[in-house]
């Protein structure tokens, strides 16, 4: 008897895809994303869709239906920023159904297709003054081990302009010494750029003072501090970086300041100071100096604007 040849079936890429294939999807698209704060991000994002995607019928998902999208969350006043976050995560969602063959590639490449939001101006940025920056520093106490803590934080923010997830997962070993200064070595950031870090003579203190007050030699550098001044677990989260900035900016009287204004601080005092823009950007990390200037807001001088002098101050 003739034995038969078995022909393995090949499943055709979808049209419309069910619940099951977008959660599929989503989790190869959070498992291609290296930073936690991106798989965040896109997790949120990619939520969203899916919840409006499943809320009624929808014929497929394809261009058309993300069009559709895209005037959901326009009619909602979402911030154009926003929307092509949720957009982007929404292609990332089409690229993996379409490599894992639950989409066709024609339906994804239509969606990869649909633009994002345009942004109208540019977002004026927030920076504080040398006197700012000096005041919001003396807003914390070195006379408790918390004080120390939160200005060993804040002079790590303003004077190496780290992100949050940056500063909470330093450790004591990362700390070394380079051409005979401080610096934070090999520093893993933003897209898992690597770079070194220089760490002020101030700063470099401020974190001394604190980690002798805690007996803190290895591991993470910032602990939590408990409400009877004990030290205690092994880290802190970014959102305990939120807390400490907008507790000494009340203090201090600075209103609508935020962790990432202290990283555009930093910047700033470079730059005034005669720092060169390609160092900036060293500094920060930056994959393109029109980021750096966009944090220096040198392109649009508000001190001396150029319409404070029109010829017509005496009328």
Not at 174 to 198: F, M, S, Y
């Amino acid at each position: 008897m003739a034995r038969r040849k078995k022909t393995a079936k090949r499943s055709k890429p979808k049209t419309i895809l069910r619940l099951p294939d977008l959660e599929q999807s989503k989790n190869a698209v959070l498992n291609s994303l290296a930073a936690p704060s991106s798989q965040v991000s896109y997790g949120h994002a990619i939520d969203e869709f899916i919840g409006w995607y499943c809320s009624e019928p929808r014929l497929a998902f394809n261009r058309t239906v993300v069009l559709r999208y895209r005037f959901f969350l326009e009619q909602n006043n979402l911030a154009p920023a926003t929307i092509n976050v949720r957009l982007a995560a929404v292609r990332r969602l089409a690229y993996e159904a379409a490599d894992t063959g639950l989409l066709s590639p024609e339906l994804a490449a239509g969606i990869r297709r649909v633009k994002g939001a345009k942004r109208l101006g540019v977002r004026i940025g927030n920076w504080l003054t040398i006197d700012q920056s000096k005041a919001l520093l003396q807003m914390s106490s070195l006379e408790t081990a918390r004080g120390k803590r939160d200005r060993a934080i804040l002079s790590l923010l303003i004077g190496c302009g780290l992100r949050r997830a940056e500063l909470v997962g330093l450790r004591t070993d990362d700390l070394q010494i380079r051409e005979e200064h401080w610096v934070i070595a090999d520093l893993i950031g933003k897209g898992r750029h690597i770079r070194t870090v220089p760490v002020p003579a101030w700063a470099k203190r401020a974190v001394d003072g604190w980690t002798e007050a805690a007996g803190i030699t290895t591991g993470r550098i910032f602990r939590r501090v408990s409400r009877f001044r004990k030290i205690w677990g092994e880290g802190i989260t970014p959102k305990a970086i939120w807390h400490v900035v907008k507790a000494a900016a009340q203090r201090a009287g600075i209103q609508n300041l935020a962790p990432h204004d202290l990283r555009r601080t930093c910047a700033r005092l470079c730059h005034c100071s005669g720092g060169e823009l390609e160092q900036i950007q060293f500094l920060l990390g930056h994959g393109s100096v029109q980021t750096t200037e966009r944090y220096l807001g040198c392109k649009q001088e508000l001190r001396h604007a150029v319409n404070d002098k029109l010829g017509l101050e005496d009328t």
